[in-house]
């Protein structure tokens, strides 16, 4: 079945330093999503890419979508405290109604 | 609030006791799914409703689960003769059919 893999599974990042996060996927996707996971809470929307290359932002959030969509990744600048959590991607399955997620990547900001 | 629900927020319960738990997803949505989470580990897909259709259940739902969705509305996910290994955070999320999945505070279920 597909799966989906996030390196690096712990990000410790320095605040104000920048980061990316790599989602890689064994089967061609029809959209990519992130969703972010605070400590204790539960998974929150963020975005979603669908065209093959595309790019968007979110303030400090770039998220990119690889040309072949197998892959997509998450860069954050300016890291900030706020930016603490795990984010995850997804991808659905050929069916379209399930998500497959990676295992996420853990941040956490040393002040 | 309009967000997807769940209850109990938290349940602990003795191994062989049932559980049952509900959801009410984003009121206008036709989809509904449950997920399961472990630990350092990203959700997996339990089962998916389409109105009140059950279409999917994945092989991780043994027979002791069960989810019903009677009116197309809420759902709710049972488990009956509880494991250790049941132990998890327990995801609802809810769509309008193709668009994202919006997910609920889940139940933390903690089998003793």
């Known amino acids: 079945g597909q799966q989906v893999m996030q390196i690096p599974q712990y990000q410790h990042v320095q605040e104000g330093e920048d980061f990316t996060t790599y989602c890689n996927s064994s089967t061609t996707l029809s959209n990519i999503q992130w969703y972010k996971q605070r400590p204790g809470g539960h998974p929150v929307f963020l975005i979603q890419l669908v065209k093959s290359g595309e790019v968007k932002k979110q303030k400090r959030l770039t998220f990119q979508f690889g040309e072949a969509k197998k892959n997509s990744s998450l860069h954050i600048t300016a890291t900030q405290t706020t930016d603490v959590g795990t984010y995850f991607c997804a991808g659905p399955e050929t069916n379209d109604y399930k998500l497959s997620f990676g295992a996420g990547t853990t941040v956490t900001v040393r002040a | 609030d309009t967000g997807v629900s769940q209850d109990p927020r938290h349940k602990i319960t003795k191994r062989g006791q049932n559980v049952t738990f509900r959801c009410d997803p984003i009121s206008e949505h036709n989809r509904l799914y449950w997920y399961r989470q472990t630990l350092g580990q990203g959700p997996e897909f339990l089962t998916y409703f389409q109105n009140e259709a059950q279409l999917e259940k994945s092989r991780l739902l043994s027979d002791r689960f069960s989810a019903e969705r009677p009116k197309g509305s809420f759902s709710t996910l049972e488990i009956q003769r509880t494991e250790q290994g049941d132990s998890a955070m327990y995801l609802c999320?809810?769509?309008?059919?193709?668009?994202?999945?919006?997910f609920g505070p889940g139940t933390r279920l903690t089998v003793l």
């Open positions: 999320a809810s769509s309008l059919n193709r668009e994202v999945s919006f």
